[in-house]
């Protein structure tokens, strides 16, 4: 148990220590412009951005994974917020916290082996275009200072490194903020701040239970938003953890992090916050800086909270200029650049999934529906592949007028046109036999097209004799099961 | 066939290892594994203070970070092939005759775990890399012995072949197995064995003591016992001294790490102490 600790907590000491303290600069933009966006006072992401990354670090399934307030869960609450009020909002976080709980358990986690590859390069996608595009409205109508300042803070974030010795031991977008705060309140320039964006905390967060009715009026009104937020948390949280799996070569637990998610989530809702998820951007700074085990998801939830305690003062006059500075290098940090350049060497399907998953998410705002369009698409595009293999071979044997259909390969919704069309049934035949002994039967509609065959063969005056067929309908199973080995074996043939 | 498997690393201990795994192994007649396992874990990571990410930053991330391990793995795997071999040479030496070496990468109580099925007995030093020139038992023991349900010999830094054998017996169902496997494995043959029960003298002790040693006898060991009063560590550790034992067989870790938390284990105290091979059994 104490090794287990050991391991889990105190393996990495400094990296993750020193780490944890840049994360928690990157998580501040992200509470405050998501929870602009959401409508709700800042502090209300901060808190949960605190309660979320604090508990889920004892929770989660991934060490070294940073969860907290998001935009991708901020942007599915906008309407609950406008229509019903901040208490619906902290119930439906309550009652994402539940479900998550209860999709853990049912092991739902597994379920992520059905998104390709593609869809999770569309998800990542599509969610650095939505945090980019949320940093918009701060970006209109304002005066040209503003854009100088933006211009100015990804300057510094990107050319401050390069500064010797000191560009490597402190965190640039710590610089660019503080430089940001300083030359507006010197220079008196009139630019909107934090505190201009709404009520920032100024104590610890309390316990406090929704004020809302408990009837079935308000769980109908909250759990389709609960179940989106749900969805969405749980997909892109077990995205990054395979981001983070990749980077560190390690492994996580999915069903634990589900679980671990849930309650944080109820654990934010009861401190007043907002309902989070895992973060790609911030979890890929944790690794970078050094940061491997729950250790560093711990010290960035609290060290956030110490800066938001004791420096709400200063918080107050941080220009947004150098917020949305920030936002847009997560934004960029968090965009996959490799998918760009492989769209030419990836297959046209893939592209569509990719390409489809960024569209619908960027039209809805709900990754949720991207994602169930790329799955959907990808599936669609894999039947189609799989079609393919399926082949039809034919001899007569031409002193008795029989003539042997061969089938191979899969038949199923996706082939069995083709499978028909290949039985040339105009032929004055007496006796045709297929066999089947190679083919696998999938579904239903494989069974009714070899239906429709032997009628058709039948009322032209042939006899039919169909072989093999126990061997082939015998796949018919719900499962690709250890059946039989040959089945990849065919595949691979064609 | 299963195999004694010596746990080897960079300290001082692996030359004591291997020459008991080669006493063991010869003894039992089975082959020999010499076992190294690089744990990744251990390797410090680097940290990048600057705190930004830009376009293609996880990719080039995910570079840099399999290149390290890469090169990283790369030393470690050479250095594990020369700890092997010396200690391949130093067993053939001894006459150990059918010797394996084996590498895994990943941690050492999960990497025996996968192994375990093969595993007669585990050979492995009371003090770890790190812990050798104290008196503190190596960090990973504890673990190992909890998880791994063969019998594990842990070993002091210097050897001595052994020549007679200690049995601590308290009648429960561990130390019974234990009076069973004595008696039975080719391991302590021809060896006297002296049998202790450390509690009071009570007749039902002293009944259960006798049994022991009666079935001991059957297997025709020349066997002596006694039952001494007093604190089991240092009662073991007196015995040890005026007997002049060369090993001691006993149960291991049979409370539960919460009763562990708050009592302490007597285990880790007699083998932090232990100067002779203590045979542990689950």
């Given amino acids: 148990m104490w090794k287990s600790i050991q391991a889990n907590w105190f393996s990495n000491l400094r990296g993750d220590v020193l780490s944890g303290l840049v994360v928690a600069l990157a998580l501040i933009p992200e509470a405050i412009a998501f929870s602009i966006i959401a409508g709700v006072d800042p502090k209300i992401g901060l808190y949960a951005s605190f309660?979320?990354?604090?508990?889920?670090?004892?929770?989660?399934?991934?060490?070294?994974?940073?969860?907290?307030?998001?935009?991708?869960?901020?942007?599915?609450?906008?309407?609950?917020?406008?229509?019903?009020?901040?208490?619906?909002?902290?119930?439906?976080?309550?009652?994402?916290?539940?479900?998550?709980?209860?999709?853990?358990?049912?092991?739902?986690?597994?379920?992520?082996?059905?998104?390709?590859?593609?869809?999770?390069?569309?998800?990542?996608?599509?969610?650095?275009?939505?945090?980019?595009m949320a940093q918009l409205p701060e970006l209109t109508n304002v005066t040209w200072h503003v854009y100088v300042m933006t211009l100015a803070g990804l300057g510094i974030i990107y050319g401050f490194p390069y500064i010797p010795v000191i560009g490597r031991l402190l965190p640039s977008p710590l610089i660019c903020i503080l430089s940001l705060t300083v030359i507006a309140i010197y220079f008196g320039i009139d630019v909107r701040t934090v505190g201009d964006m709404g009520e920032l905390p100024d104590t610890l967060p309390v316990f406090l239970w929704p004020d809302v009715p408990l009837n079935f009026e308000t769980l109908a009104i909250i759990f389709p938003y609960s179940l989106g937020l749900a969805?969405?948390?749980?997909?892109?949280?077990?995205?990054?953890?395979?981001?983070?799996?990749?980077?560190?070569?390690?492994?996580?637990?999915?069903?634990?992090?589900?679980?671990?998610?849930?309650?944080?989530?109820?654990?934010?809702?009861?401190?007043?916050?907002?309902?989070?998820?895992?973060?790609?951007?911030?979890?890929?700074?944790?690794?970078?800086?050094?940061?491997?085990?729950?250790?560093?998801?711990?010290?960035?939830?609290?060290?956030?909270?110490?800066?938001?305690?004791?420096?709400?003062?200063?918080?107050?006059?941080?220009?947004?200029?150098?917020?949305?500075?920030?936002?847009?290098?997560?934004?960029i940090g968090t965009f996959s650049w490799d998918s760009i350049r492989n769209l030419k060497q990836h297959p046209l399907s893939t592209n569509i999934v990719m390409l489809a998953t960024v569209a619908v998410v960027v039209a809805t705002h709900n990754l949720a529906l991207g994602v169930f369009v790329g799955v959907l698409?990808?599936?669609?595009?894999?039947?189609?592949?799989?079609?393919?293999?399926?082949?039809?071979?034919?001899?007569?044997?031409?002193?008795?007028?029989?003539?042997?259909?061969?089938?191979?390969?899969?038949?199923?919704?996706?082939?069995?046109?083709?499978?028909?069309?290949?039985?040339?049934?105009?032929?004055?035949?007496?006796?045709?036999?297929?066999?089947?002994s190679e083919a696998h039967f999938w579904d239903i509609t494989a069974v009714n097209a070899l239906d429709r065959v032997v009628i058709k063969f039948r009322r032209e005056g042939a006899k039919v004799d169909v072989i093999g067929l126990n061997k082939a309908s015998a796949t018919i199973v719900d499962r690709f099961g250890e059946h039989n080995q040959s089945d990849t074996k065919d595949l691979i043939g064609h | 066939m299963k195999h004694v498997i010596a746990c080897i690393d960079e300290s001082r201990m692996a030359n004591a290892v291997t020459q008991y795994a080669t006493w063991s192994a010869k003894q039992l007649q089975t082959p020999l594994t010499l076992f190294h396992v690089l744990d990744e874990m251990r390797?410090?990571?680097?940290?990048?203070?600057?705190?930004?990410?830009?376009?293609?930053?996880?990719?080039?991330?995910?570079?840099?970070?399999a290149e390290l391990d890469e090169r990283r793995n790369k030393i470690a795997l050479e250095h594990g092939h020369h700890l092997l071999e010396a200690a391949k040479n130093r067993a053939e030496e001894m006459g150990a005759e059918d010797v394996h070496v084996r590498q895994r990468h990943g941690d050492l109580a999960e990497s025996l775990t996968a192994l375990e099925d093969n595993l007669r007995l585990l050979v492995i030093g009371l003090h770890g890399a790190q812990t050798c020139d104290s008196d503190r038992l190596g960090h990973q023991i504890e673990t190992i012995v909890r998880n791994i349900h063969r019998p594990i010999l842990a070993v002091p830094p210097k050897y001595h072949t052994p020549t007679n054998v200690m049995l601590a017996f308290d009648g429960s169902d561990v130390s019974r197995k234990g009076v069973k496997m004595l008696a039975e494995s080719p391991l302590f043959v021809g060896m006297p064995?002296?049998?202790?029960?450390?509690?009071?003298?009570?007749?039902?002790?002293?009944?259960?003591?006798?049994?022991?040693?009666?079935?001991?006898?059957?297997?025709?060991?020349?066997?002596?016992?006694?039952?001494?009063?007093?604190?089991?560590?240092?009662?073991?550790?007196?015995?040890?001294?005026?007997?002049?034992?060369?090993?001691?067989?006993?149960?291991?870790?049979?409370?539960?790490?919460?009763?562990?938390?708050?009592?302490?284990?007597?285990?880790?105290?007699?083998?932090?102490r232990s100067q002779i091979p203590v045979l542990l059994l689950r």
């Fill in chain 2, 43 to 65: 390797y410090p990571v680097n940290s990048d203070m600057t705190g930004n990410i830009g376009l293609g930053s996880r990719e080039s991330l995910l570079e840099e970070l």
């Fill in chain 1, 377 to 436: 698409l990808a599936s669609v595009f894999f039947a189609n592949k799989v079609g393919h293999y399926m082949a039809v071979t034919s001899s007569l044997d031409e002193a008795s007028f029989c003539r042997t259909y061969k089938v191979a390969g899969q038949v199923f919704f996706s082939s069995s046109e083709k499978f028909i069309a290949a039985f040339d049934f105009k032929e004055g035949v007496d006796k045709i036999v297929i066999d089947l």
């Fill in chain 1, 231 to 331: 969805i969405v948390g749980m997909l892109e949280s077990l995205m990054t953890a395979t981001i983070v799996d990749d980077l560190t070569d390690t492994s996580s637990d999915r069903n634990r992090e589900c679980k671990g998610q849930g309650i944080a989530n109820i654990g934010s809702g009861l401190l007043g916050g907002m309902a989070g998820c895992a973060m790609i951007g911030q979890s890929i700074i944790n690794v970078k800086s050094g940061g491997r085990t729950r250790l560093s998801t711990f010290i960035a939830g609290t060290f956030l909270l110490i800066l938001i305690l004791f420096l709400d003062e200063w918080l107050k006059q941080i220009p947004m200029a150098a917020l949305v500075a920030v936002m847009i290098m997560v934004s």
């Fill in chain 2, 193 to 272: 064995i002296h049998v202790v029960m450390v509690g009071a003298a009570t007749a039902d002790a002293t009944a259960s003591v006798e049994a022991a040693v009666s079935h001991l006898q059957e297997f025709r060991h020349k066997v002596s016992y006694e039952i001494r009063a007093g604190d089991v560590e240092s009662t073991l550790h007196d015995i040890q001294q005026e007997r002049n034992i060369d090993m001691l067989v006993m149960g291991a870790y049979s409370h539960s790490k919460l009763r562990q938390l708050f009592m302490g284990s007597t285990t880790s105290r007699v083998l932090s």
């Fill in chain 1, 51 to 132: 309660a979320i990354a604090v508990i889920i670090s004892f929770t989660g399934g991934r060490p070294g994974m940073i969860s907290a307030a998001t935009g991708a869960m901020a942007l599915l609450m906008v309407t609950l917020v406008k229509e019903h009020g901040l208490q619906y909002l902290l119930a439906a976080t309550l009652l994402t916290g539940v479900l998550q709980i209860v999709a853990g358990y049912l092991k739902l986690g597994e379920l992520m082996r059905f998104v390709s590859r593609s869809v999770v390069t569309g998800f990542v996608n599509a969610l650095a275009i939505l945090i980019f």
